[in-house]
């Protein structure tokens, strides 16, 4: 075995070892606990069999106990709400920047960026301060947690649109604009259709990021009827609780994961095109 | 066009901290509610004054502090000794595998934190799989014996190795991904010339592999330290107890969980400041390594 | 007059650099128009501006009579066929086509019919639901002129249309190009570096240098008689020798070396010292002691095959190295073509060339000296 490890020729196998093992260690506790979720006792820590009871069964599972399902549905509403803000605001701001003329492009460029490598809690006290201080009016609640959930995956849309933008290049527009189109036109008839796969891919991001999100949103909950599943699952953890907490987090990943899955497959169906025309145009 | 979203990051991500520094350099009414100093000139340094004097004289907060900085070097620590390996055989030895390996690498990004930490929770909580599995094969006993554990079982109930082992688990893949992207562009033309030169493998890799990637393993650093030094869901989870409190567990308590909002804003306050300083020492190596690649 | 262009000081200068420095040029309404010279010259950036894409530092672009440095590009009756062709990708080729289409007030079935037509022309009926992605090179190259072309401008801009394809492909379609604009009667402006494409294609031609127009005219006007020595050397080979003029009766006499040349071609006023040339087909090779005028010695180096003629390298005396070309004609040589030979040259005063020296690239401190007419802001 040693010497397995030692090859001096091949590749370091003692690397891939350690890759494996990390793999593993990295994945399969969730999976364990992916897999309790379909456990049919009560326990967390035995296997007694294989249900469905903790995502379907009649009562104390997702789908019927009133807090995870207020849990459930409060961070989907949530999701929503924060795609449709973040996904339009941003795309507006990536394009605003990339135009930007005159002063002041760098700063607003920064601070843009600063959401991004900033701490959580440091956002969350923030927040906090602001809607108990200078915005008592909205104060806290859902209305809070959509704004704080908005202002941190604002940053992610604008970079992932930025790139793509960045990546497009002026000449498109500026073929429109030589056939005729006003900026009006050029914007809608020429740029939006060629941002498509960005604009889906940053919305599937400020999905993910709003459903997996912690800190901001429990930082800004007015009471119980806005909690989300994160914040179940944080104030769960540590008690007693029943198989249905894994059914849940699970329901949340499969979520996540579709979303994604999902616009993967829609990008790719929208920006195959290009990658073949490379292709294609070598051969005459 | 770009001004919706200038407005509202001004609104709600400036004047939100302003209103941290505000209210820092505020006061309390007589319900404990923060009243925040909107203007500069009126700013009342008293509570600042008071946590800076507790940091001065060695009270708590600059014990918390200093634990802080401990637990989060510690984690990061290890965080590179298992990830730069993973990290170096995904860039340069995974050949086909390399996809794969790069979606598992990614995978953990997707699953939520706290489920990740939650899996973690049942795997130690007193008779988890984990708890039997670890007493089974005695690493639990080598842990107590390294005064790492204090009790049988009992890894859940306030143990700093417990809070540092979740960090690694929790924030490692955010470290792995850089490290496999600065690798990633080290030219394999020359490691091969240094061992072309003489040198074995594990002599090129210090000399050559290491020093070329420590750009990429100061950035992936960084990214991770940041938010590691803001988290308090870690600690709370995993341990629950004041012997593993951080400075993002203070701050929770002050301001989430109690009244005294302003020494909360003041911690925050503090925090940012001490970030801040990580990110200038952290451009300014990273100017200093560009220029003198540059030359 | 449809499609005349005329630049007057035409100036662009991007902070301290001076791309274009004051060109002044007309280009003749329905003629093929090439601007030429290496990269950097300043032809794309020209070129830019006529499209719209740049706004000029200072000067006029005046299209049929009316200044439109200051008209934004959707406004110009101005077309451009991109280096990339710029092909939108989420549209199919009538949609390309038919893109500019929307902003001219035609009915559907006019505008059907004008895609058809044009598509014809360019002969690529039949593809109007092909994607971009899915076209060769010089499909998609066919179907960007194509979109500038039906709408009908009066002045269709090639930025180096021909660059990505590979050689026998734009051989073609340098035919089809040129056949094309001969039955349209568009003024055509095209942008290139290969000098043989554009002695190949152009009615005239304006070569340009470190942003000013070192010379234009006709193809022929402009390789046979090079006013400048970037000019020479940048078509064909231009064989240069160091020499001093002088007046010697009316005729213009150059001193290269120890011996004395007459000169009938160029500048034949300079004085000085002077830059003298002559093509390589007009210098006549004999035997190395052939007594006679504008003659001089020189050692063969070594003799290129090219199938239809022999290119000869001779250093001569100066320690030039001049090109001369011998056609495989059959005809038996009166010298000989290894390495070593000693020959003769014959430099006939009628093929020998006067050149003024070339312009040096403008500082700033030039372009700032120069009387500024700024563009009116819009």
């Avoid at chain 3, 180096?301 to 005396?317: C, D, I, S, T």
């Amino acid at each position: 075995m040693i010497n397995w490890l030692r090859n001096p020729w091949g590749k370091p196998r003692w690397l891939k070892l350690i890759t494996i093992v990390y793999i593993l260690w990295s994945i399969v506790p969730v999976a364990i606990a992916i897999l309790f979720a379909f456990n049919a006792g009560r326990s967390r820590t035995t296997w007694q069999g294989f249900s469905f009871r903790w995502f379907t069964g009649a009562s104390g599972s997702v789908l019927h106990d009133p807090q995870y399902q207020g849990a459930l549905k409060h961070t989907l509403i949530l999701a929503v709400i924060c795609v449709a803000v973040a996904t339009p605001l941003g795309v507006a701001l990536a394009l605003g920047l990339q135009r930007w003329r005159g002063p002041g492009g760098g700063t607003v460029n920064t601070v843009m960026l600063l959401p991004l490598v900033t701490p959580e809690i440091v956002m969350g006290v923030a927040l906090l301060l602001l809607f108990l201080r200078v915005f008592p009016e909205i104060g806290l609640g859902t209305p809070a947690q959509a704004i704080g959930q908005v202002t941190f995956t604002l940053s992610y849309v604008v970079v992932i649109v930025r790139g793509r933008l960045t990546s497009i290049g002026p000449e498109y527009e500026e073929a429109a604009a030589d056939l005729g189109a006003p900026p009006h036109d050029q914007l809608f008839r020429v740029v939006l259709p060629l941002l498509i796969p960005a604009i889906i891919a940053s919305a599937a991001v400020a999905f993910a990021l709003s459903i997996d999100d912690f800190v901001v949103t429990q930082y800004l909950s007015g009471n119980a009827s806005t909690t989300t599943v994160s914040m179940l699952l944080y104030a769960s953890a540590r008690g007693a609780p029943t198989p249905a907490l894994n059914a849940i987090a699970t329901v949340a990943l499969l979520i996540t994961l579709a979303t994604l899955t999902l616009a993967f497959l829609v990008y790719r169906r929208f920006a195959s095109g290009r990658e073949a025309a490379a292709v294609a145009a070598l051969d005459i | 066009m770009a001004f919706p979203g200038v407005a509202w990051l001004a609104i709600f991500f400036l004047v939100a901290f302003y209103a941290v520094v505000c209210v820092a350099f505020g006061n309390e009414d007589t319900l404990s509610q923060p009243v925040p100093f909107w203007n500069p000139l009126h700013w009342n340094a008293g509570y600042v004054l008071q946590v800076l004097g507790n940091y001065w004289h060695r009270g708590p907060y600059l014990t918390v502090s200093i634990r802080t900085i401990e637990f989060v070097a510690l984690s990061i620590g290890l965080c590179l000794l298992i990830g730069y390996p993973v990290a170096y055989y995904t860039a340069r030895h995974a050949g086909r595998w390399k996809g794969v390996v790069l979606l598992l690498l990614i995978v953990p990004f997707w699953i939520n934190y706290l489920m990740r930490m939650l899996a973690w929770i049942n795997l130690l909580a007193p008779n988890g799989w984990g708890t039997r599995m670890l007493h089974d094969i005695g690493i639990e006993r080598v842990f107590i014996w390294l005064g790492l554990l204090s009790a049988r079982g009992g890894w859940l109930d306030g143990q700093p190795s417990a809070v540092i082992l979740a960090f690694v688990y929790g924030y490692i893949p955010f470290l792995i991904l850089p490290l496999v992207v600065a690798l990633d562009r080290i030219d394999q033309r020359q490691i091969d010339a240094a061992r072309d030169l003489g040198a074995s493998p594990f002599s090129a890799f210090v000399r050559v592999t290491l020093p070329l990637s420590k750009v990429g393993i100061l950035a992936g650093c960084v990214l991770v330290a940041l938010p590691m030094f803001g988290d308090y869901y870690t600690p709370d989870l995993v341990s629950a107890s004041t012997k593993t409190s951080l400075i993002g567990n203070q701050i929770d308590e002050f301001t989430r969980q109690g009244s005294e909002k302003v020494t909360g804003a003041v911690l925050t306050l503090v925090l940012s400041a001490f970030l801040l300083l990580l990110m200038f020492y952290y451009l300014r190596t990273t100017r200093q390594a560009t220029a003198v690649a540059e030359e | 007059m449809q499609g005349e262009i005329r630049l007057e000081e035409l100036t662009k200068s991007f902070g301290e650099v001076v791309a274009v420095d004051g060109v002044d040029l007309r280009m003749p309404p329905g003629e093929f128009f090439t601007m030429l010279g290496p990269s950097g010259c300043g032809k794309t950036t020209t070129l830019r501006m006529i499209a719209g894409f740049e706004r000029p530092t200072s000067g006029r672009i005046m299209l049929d009579g009316s200044d439109v440095a200051q008209v934004p590009p959707h406004r110009r009756s101005v077309n451009t066929v991109f280096q990339s062709y710029a092909l939108f990708p989420h549209l199919d080729v009538a949609g390309n086509v038919a893109f500019g289409l929307k902003y001219q007030k035609l009915t559907k079935e006019e505008k059907r019919r004008k895609v058809k037509g044009i598509l014809d022309l360019v002969r690529l009926s039949g593809f109007e639901q092909r994607k971009p992605e899915q076209l060769s090179g010089g499909q998609q190259q066919r179907v960007a002129l194509a979109r500038a072309l039906v709408l009908t401008p009066r002045v269709l801009l090639l930025d180096e249309p021909l660059g990505a394809l590979d050689a026998r492909l734009r051989k073609d379609l340098q035919v089809e190009l040129k056949a094309i604009q001969a039955d349209i009667g568009v003024t055509f402006v095209f942008v290139t570096h290969d000098q043989e494409e554009a002695l190949t294609m152009s009615d005239r031609i304006a070569l340009m240098n470190h942003g000013r127009v070192e010379q234009a005219g006709s193809p022929r006007e402009i390789y046979e008689g090079p006013e400048t020595e970037f000019v020479a050397d940048f078509l064909g080979v231009s064989n240069l020798l160091h020499a001093e003029a002088s007046a010697d009766g009316g005729v213009c006499s150059l001193r290269i070396g120890e011996r004395t040349f007459r000169a009938e071609q160029g500048d034949t006023g300079a004085r000085g010292e002077v830059k003298a040339m002559i093509r390589p087909e007009r210098i006549g090779l004999e035997p190395h002691d052939t007594p006679g005028d504008n003659r001089m010695p020189g050692l063969v180096e070594r003799a290129v095959f090219l199938g239809g003629a022999h290119e000869v390298h001779v250093r001569v005396v100066g320690g030039e190295l001049l090109k001369a070309t011998v056609s495989n004609d059959g005809k038996p040589l009166t010298f000989a073509l290894e390495e070593g030979s000693a020959v003769g040259l014959h430099l006939p005063p009628d093929g020998l060339r006067v050149l003024a020296p070339s312009q040096p690239p403008p500082s700033a401190e030039d372009a700032a000296e120069r009387p500024v007419r700024t563009a009116p802001s819009m």
